[in-house]
């Protein structure tokens, strides 16, 4: 079936490679090849990537994309079993254009679990890796893939060095780490201590946004049964949310924009208003030092959102005159399990029926375009 596109121009904002078996062996440094994450087959569970000091991750759930409900598997599944455009720009074109999408944000898949690796050396050299391959991948169709770079933030000397190197590599932004350097044993301030602000300020003069992701910020506890587990992966982006408004990130630097990425967002208007309750009600009673606005109103400013058929945003976009489009990105998650792909356009069709024009495109487009300095006119939907 031949579905008319809802847009002319559609970015995806969180879009995810595959990284191939030689993703962190070829492009790591010397000294950390032998330990390198690798993809290791199993008889029994199918080809997995090995990481030393974390669980194996099987490499299925990596790359679901248009697979029926019904037969998804997270075990069993071999690398040449999946998308080839997972890590062959020529083949994702292709793949892309099918869905409707002129260009995509991308982030690592791997990459997100690294995060949560407690050695921060060895994080930081896969990091320096992912760079260095992603920065090649996105290079082959500028005009379509704007890669997103990594970096343990072991400090914020290191943590601008790194934005640089990654805007001089060709890179859009960065994908930070759930929490920044050696902060498992307290030794690294969190994101809202002023310590962090001319990394911040940097990401403001390079226009290189920052960006959490899901799953990037541990394990977040759950009760009952293990299908429970997955209405808590939210919850490291609204903590991430909280830290900066409330920290005062936004007052100190006016001009940043933070990207929380697949944690839904038709949750942000409760939100919103819980926080400017907390801060009204009870901000004596927490030692909250005031500032120039709302947290709702920092929201609506620096903050934006990705989703993908999270109904519940669209329905939201006009709330009590609110321009709450101005924080909504769509993106179609692909080639992860999660995405919408290659149905994005019939999805997009019934869920922004309601939409302006002008809210549409702020969705589909110019929200990003705009953060992440993209190109007006993205390579035509129907190009392969």
Not at 55 to 61: A, T
Not at 350 to 363: K, N, Q, Y
Request: with cysteine; proline share 8%; net charge negative.
């Amino acid at each position: 079936m031949t579905v008319t596109p809802v847009a002319e121009r559609i970015v995806s904002a969180d879009s995810h490679i595959t990284e191939p078996p030689d993703c962190y062996t070829k492009y790591i440094e010397p000294k950390y090849r032998d330990d390198a994450p690798r993809i290791v087959n199993s008889e029994s569970k199918g080809d997995l990537f090995v990481i030393p000091g974390m669980k194996p991750i099987p490499v299925g759930p990596l790359s679901s994309a248009g697979i029926p409900t019904e037969q998804l598997k997270s075990l069993g599944r071999t690398f040449d079993e999946l998308h080839r455009s997972g890590w062959d720009p020529t083949a994702r074109a292709a793949d892309q254009a099918r869905d409707g999408i002129t260009g995509e944000i991308i982030y690592p898949s791997v990459g997100m679990l690294l995060c949560n690796h407690k050695d921060i050396l060895y994080k930081q050299a896969c990091m320096d890796a992912y760079n260095r391959w992603i920065s090649e991948f996105c290079a082959a169709d500028p005009s379509r893939l704007y890669g997103l770079g990594q970096s343990a933030l072991l400090s914020v000397e290191q943590g601008i060095e790194d934005l640089v190197r990654m805007k001089d590599m060709g890179l859009k932004g960065i994908m930070m780490p759930g929490f920044p350097g050696d902060s498992y044993s307290g030794d690294t301030p969190d994101y809202h201590d002023p310590y962090w602000d001319p990394f911040y300020e940097a990401s403001v003069e390079l226009r290189m946004p920052i960006s959490f992701h899901i799953l990037t910020m541990g394990a977040q506890r759950h009760r009952g049964p293990k299908i429970a587990s997955f209405m808590s992966i939210i919850r490291g982006n609204q903590d991430v949310i909280a830290m900066f408004v409330m920290g005062g990130v936004f007052e100190r630097v006016p001009q940043l924009k933070l990207f929380c990425s697949e944690a839904d967002a038709g949750w942000i208007p409760h939100f919103m208003y819980r926080m400017d309750h907390a801060v009204e009600r009870e901000g004596g009673v927490f030692g909250y030092k005031g500032m120039s606005k709302m947290p709702s109103e920092f929201c609506l400013d620096h903050i934006r959102l990705t989703f993908q058929d999270d109904w519940v945003a669209f329905k939201m976009c006009r709330l009590d005159d609110t321009p709450m489009h101005r924080m909504l990105t769509w993106a179609n998650d692909f080639p992860h399990l999660d995405s919408t792909w290659p149905h994005s356009q019939e999805l997009l069709g019934e869920h922004t029926s309601h939409l302006t024009d002008e809210e549409l495109r702020a969705i589909l487009h110019d929200n990003l375009a705009e953060c992440y300095d993209l190109p007006t006119s993205p390579a035509p939907a129907n190009a392969a």
